[in-house]
Protein backbone atom coordinates (compact mmCIF):
# COMPACT_ATOMS: atom_id res chain seq x y z
CA UNK A 1 0.00 0.00 0.00
CA UNK A 2 0.63 3.41 -1.26
CA UNK A 3 -0.32 6.17 1.29
CA UNK A 4 0.28 9.91 0.00
CA UNK A 5 -1.56 12.73 -1.07
CA UNK A 6 0.67 13.87 -3.67
CA UNK A 7 -0.56 12.74 -6.89
CA UNK A 8 2.47 12.79 -9.19
CA UNK A 9 4.58 10.73 -6.96
CA UNK A 10 2.10 8.08 -6.38
CA UNK A 11 1.83 7.82 -10.08
CA UNK A 12 5.24 7.29 -10.95
CA UNK A 13 5.70 4.82 -7.25
CA UNK A 14 2.30 2.74 -8.49
CA UNK A 15 3.98 2.36 -12.04
CA UNK A 16 6.90 1.61 -10.70
CA UNK A 17 5.70 -0.89 -8.43
CA UNK A 18 3.28 -2.96 -10.86
CA UNK A 19 6.23 -2.93 -13.42
CA UNK A 20 9.09 -4.11 -10.67
CA UNK A 21 6.18 -6.65 -9.23
CA UNK A 22 3.78 -8.01 -11.55
CA UNK A 23 2.49 -10.54 -9.45
CA UNK A 24 1.80 -8.28 -6.19
CA UNK A 25 -1.19 -6.49 -6.32
CA UNK A 26 -0.55 -2.28 -5.50
CA UNK A 27 -2.88 -0.49 -2.83
CA UNK A 28 -2.86 3.15 -3.33
CA UNK A 29 -4.59 5.77 -0.66
CA UNK A 30 -4.66 10.04 -0.36
CA UNK A 31 -5.88 9.99 3.42
CA UNK A 32 -5.92 7.71 6.63
CA UNK A 33 -9.40 7.09 6.13
CA UNK A 34 -9.33 5.67 2.86
CA UNK A 35 -5.70 3.63 4.28
CA UNK A 36 -8.01 2.31 7.11
CA UNK A 37 -10.98 1.35 4.74
CA UNK A 38 -8.45 -1.01 2.66
CA UNK A 39 -6.63 -1.98 5.65
CA UNK A 40 -9.92 -3.40 6.86
CA UNK A 41 -10.04 -5.33 3.67
CA UNK A 42 -6.77 -6.45 2.14
CA UNK A 43 -4.01 -8.32 4.44
CA UNK A 44 -0.85 -5.71 3.04
CA UNK A 45 2.34 -7.11 3.44
CA UNK A 46 4.33 -3.56 2.77
CA UNK A 47 3.75 -0.44 3.23
CA UNK A 48 5.18 2.94 2.17
CA UNK A 49 3.60 5.83 4.16
CA UNK A 50 3.85 9.55 4.30
CA UNK A 51 4.12 11.50 6.96
CA UNK A 52 2.25 14.55 6.69
CA UNK A 53 -1.55 13.56 5.43
CA UNK A 54 -4.61 15.65 5.22
CA UNK A 55 -6.19 14.07 8.49
CA UNK A 56 -3.24 13.26 10.57
CA UNK A 57 0.13 11.50 9.83
CA UNK A 58 1.34 8.19 8.98
CA UNK A 59 2.95 7.62 12.40
CA UNK A 60 -0.53 7.52 13.91
CA UNK A 61 -1.65 4.66 10.79
CA UNK A 62 1.49 3.05 11.63
CA UNK A 63 0.05 1.84 14.91
CA UNK A 64 -2.59 0.33 13.55
CA UNK A 65 -0.53 -1.46 11.01
CA UNK A 66 2.12 -2.93 13.43
CA UNK A 67 -0.99 -3.63 15.48
CA UNK A 68 -2.85 -5.61 12.44
CA UNK A 69 0.09 -7.12 10.66
CA UNK A 70 3.59 -6.88 12.98
CA UNK A 71 4.82 -9.14 9.95
CA UNK A 72 4.77 -6.27 7.42
CA UNK A 73 7.54 -4.13 6.44
CA UNK A 74 7.08 0.03 6.57
CA UNK A 75 8.96 2.59 4.12
CA UNK A 76 8.15 6.13 5.88
CA UNK A 77 8.70 9.44 3.22
CA UNK A 78 8.29 12.97 3.94
CA UNK A 79 8.80 16.35 2.38
CA UNK A 80 9.94 17.40 5.56
CA UNK A 81 12.40 16.20 8.41
CA UNK A 82 11.34 16.30 11.55
CA UNK A 83 13.91 14.75 13.97
CA UNK A 84 11.00 13.40 16.50
CA UNK A 85 9.06 11.80 13.63
CA UNK A 86 12.45 9.98 12.55
CA UNK A 87 12.86 8.94 15.95
CA UNK A 88 9.39 7.68 17.02
CA UNK A 89 9.16 5.82 13.41
CA UNK A 90 12.16 4.11 14.18
CA UNK A 91 11.25 2.94 17.57
CA UNK A 92 7.63 1.38 15.98
CA UNK A 93 9.86 -0.36 13.67
CA UNK A 94 9.97 1.36 10.39
CA UNK A 95 12.64 -0.52 8.14
CA UNK A 96 13.32 2.99 6.38
CA UNK A 97 12.54 6.64 6.55
CA UNK A 98 13.75 8.63 3.56
CA UNK A 99 12.85 12.58 2.62
CA UNK A 100 11.18 13.34 -0.84
CA UNK A 101 11.77 13.38 -3.56
CA UNK A 102 12.29 9.62 -3.00
CA UNK A 103 13.80 7.04 -5.70
CA UNK A 104 11.00 4.60 -7.23
CA UNK A 105 14.11 1.84 -8.00
CA UNK A 106 14.91 1.66 -4.10
CA UNK A 107 11.28 1.66 -3.27
CA UNK A 108 10.83 -1.17 -5.67
CA UNK A 109 13.61 -3.28 -4.37
CA UNK A 110 12.69 -2.93 -0.70
CA UNK A 111 9.48 -4.39 -1.40
CA UNK A 112 10.97 -7.11 -4.04
CA UNK A 113 12.60 -8.42 -0.99
CA UNK A 114 9.98 -8.59 0.98
CA UNK A 115 8.25 -10.26 -0.98
CA UNK A 116 10.57 -12.66 -1.63
CA UNK A 117 10.93 -13.79 2.25
CA UNK A 118 7.62 -13.63 3.10
CA UNK A 119 6.09 -16.64 4.68
CA UNK A 120 8.47 -16.88 7.92
CA UNK A 121 5.79 -15.71 10.36
CA UNK A 122 1.93 -15.87 10.49
CA UNK A 123 -0.22 -13.58 11.73
CA UNK A 124 -4.28 -13.94 12.08
CA UNK A 125 -7.08 -10.98 12.78
CA UNK A 126 -9.75 -11.65 14.45
CA UNK A 127 -13.37 -10.72 13.96
CA UNK A 128 -13.40 -8.76 16.96
CA UNK A 129 -10.19 -6.81 15.94
CA UNK A 130 -7.83 -8.46 17.86
CA UNK A 131 -4.57 -11.16 16.61
CA UNK A 132 -2.50 -13.44 17.15
CA UNK A 133 0.96 -14.09 15.56
CA UNK A 134 3.61 -16.87 15.98
CA UNK A 135 6.93 -16.12 17.52
CA UNK A 136 9.39 -17.25 14.34
CA UNK A 137 10.17 -13.73 13.07
CA UNK A 138 8.72 -11.23 16.08
CA UNK A 139 9.56 -11.75 19.57
CA UNK A 140 7.94 -11.24 22.69
CA UNK A 141 9.80 -8.24 23.50
CA UNK A 142 9.08 -6.83 19.99
CA UNK A 143 5.55 -7.02 20.64
CA UNK A 144 5.68 -5.60 24.11
CA UNK A 145 7.03 -2.49 23.09
CA UNK A 146 4.60 -1.71 20.62
CA UNK A 147 2.04 -1.69 22.99
CA UNK A 148 3.58 0.80 25.61
CA UNK A 149 4.74 3.02 22.32
CA UNK A 150 1.04 2.85 21.14
CA UNK A 151 -0.82 3.73 24.74
CA UNK A 152 -2.51 0.24 25.00
CA UNK A 153 -4.56 -0.91 27.46
CA UNK A 154 -5.33 -4.80 27.08
CA UNK A 155 -3.66 -8.28 27.82
CA UNK A 156 -0.59 -9.79 26.06
CA UNK A 157 -0.94 -14.23 26.22
CA UNK A 158 1.86 -15.78 25.31
CA UNK A 159 1.77 -19.64 24.87
CA UNK A 160 5.17 -21.05 24.44
CA UNK A 161 6.31 -25.12 24.68
CA UNK A 162 7.57 -23.83 28.21
CA UNK A 163 3.98 -22.54 29.68
CA UNK A 164 1.53 -19.63 29.30
CA UNK A 165 1.93 -16.16 30.52
CA UNK A 166 -0.56 -13.03 30.20
CA UNK A 167 0.95 -9.51 30.46
CA UNK A 168 -1.72 -6.67 31.47
CA UNK A 169 -1.03 -3.19 30.38
CA UNK A 170 -2.44 0.25 30.63
CA UNK A 171 -2.16 3.08 29.31
CA UNK A 172 0.99 1.69 27.66
CA UNK A 173 2.11 1.08 31.15
CA UNK A 174 3.23 -2.97 32.04
CA UNK A 175 1.53 -3.47 35.60
CA UNK A 176 1.19 -6.53 35.59
CA UNK A 177 2.59 -10.39 34.76
CA UNK A 178 1.28 -13.78 35.70
CA UNK A 179 2.68 -17.58 34.86
CA UNK A 180 1.82 -20.91 36.61
CA UNK A 181 4.77 -20.56 38.82
CA UNK A 182 4.73 -16.68 40.00
CA UNK A 183 3.58 -13.22 39.17
CA UNK A 184 4.77 -9.43 38.95
CA UNK A 185 8.67 -8.93 37.61
CA UNK A 186 9.40 -12.58 38.13
CA UNK A 187 6.87 -13.70 36.46
CA UNK A 188 7.54 -10.91 33.03
CA UNK A 189 11.21 -12.06 33.03
CA UNK A 190 10.23 -15.31 32.48
CA UNK A 191 7.71 -14.70 29.91
CA UNK A 192 10.47 -12.68 28.33
CA UNK A 193 12.90 -16.01 28.49
CA UNK A 194 10.94 -18.47 26.41
CA UNK A 195 11.68 -19.40 22.79
CA UNK A 196 8.92 -19.75 20.41
CA UNK A 197 5.30 -20.10 20.68
CA UNK A 198 2.40 -17.93 19.81
CA UNK A 199 1.15 -14.26 21.35
CA UNK A 200 -2.50 -13.34 21.71
CA UNK A 201 -4.41 -9.93 22.10
CA UNK A 202 -7.09 -10.33 24.24
CA UNK A 203 -9.85 -8.56 26.86
CA UNK A 204 -8.27 -8.75 30.98
CA UNK A 205 -10.27 -11.89 32.48
CA UNK A 206 -10.25 -9.48 35.87
CA UNK A 207 -9.30 -6.37 37.16
CA UNK A 208 -5.15 -7.26 37.99
CA UNK A 209 -3.35 -5.96 40.93
CA UNK A 210 -0.36 -3.38 40.11
CA UNK A 211 2.46 -6.09 41.04
CA UNK A 212 5.32 -3.66 38.65
CA UNK A 213 5.55 -0.20 39.33
CA UNK A 214 8.97 0.05 37.07
CA UNK A 215 8.38 1.99 33.72
CA UNK A 216 7.94 0.15 30.77
CA UNK A 217 11.54 1.38 29.26
CA UNK A 218 13.51 1.27 32.73
CA UNK A 219 11.67 -2.41 33.10
CA UNK A 220 12.25 -3.85 29.51
CA UNK A 221 15.93 -2.55 29.93
CA UNK A 222 16.75 -4.27 33.18
CA UNK A 223 15.65 -7.46 31.97
CA UNK A 224 16.99 -7.45 28.82
CA UNK A 225 20.45 -6.58 30.88
CA UNK A 226 19.96 -9.80 32.81
CA UNK A 227 19.24 -12.45 30.11
CA UNK A 228 21.85 -10.98 28.51
CA UNK A 229 24.35 -11.89 30.82
CA UNK A 230 22.87 -15.08 31.88
CA UNK A 231 23.07 -16.29 28.34
CA UNK A 232 25.86 -18.60 27.46
CA UNK A 233 28.53 -17.34 24.84
CA UNK A 234 28.42 -20.10 22.27
CA UNK A 235 31.44 -22.07 21.63
CA UNK A 236 33.92 -21.04 18.17
Excluded at 79 to 97: D, H, I, M, N, W
Excluded at 117 to 122: F, K, L, Q, V
Excluded at 193 to 209: L, Q, S
Amino acid sequence: MLLDDDICLTTVVTKALRNGLPNAEVLTARSIAEAQLLLSEYKIHFFILDVNLPDGTGIDFLCDVQTLYPDARVMMITATTVPEYEQRSKELGVLLFRQKPVDPKEIVKVARSHYESMGHATSVQHADGQFAVSLTCLSALDIIQLKCLSNATLVLQVASPSGIGRIYFENGQIIHAETPETRGEGAFEQILRWKGGRIKEMTAPYKPPHTITTGWQGLLLNIAQRIDETTPVPAH
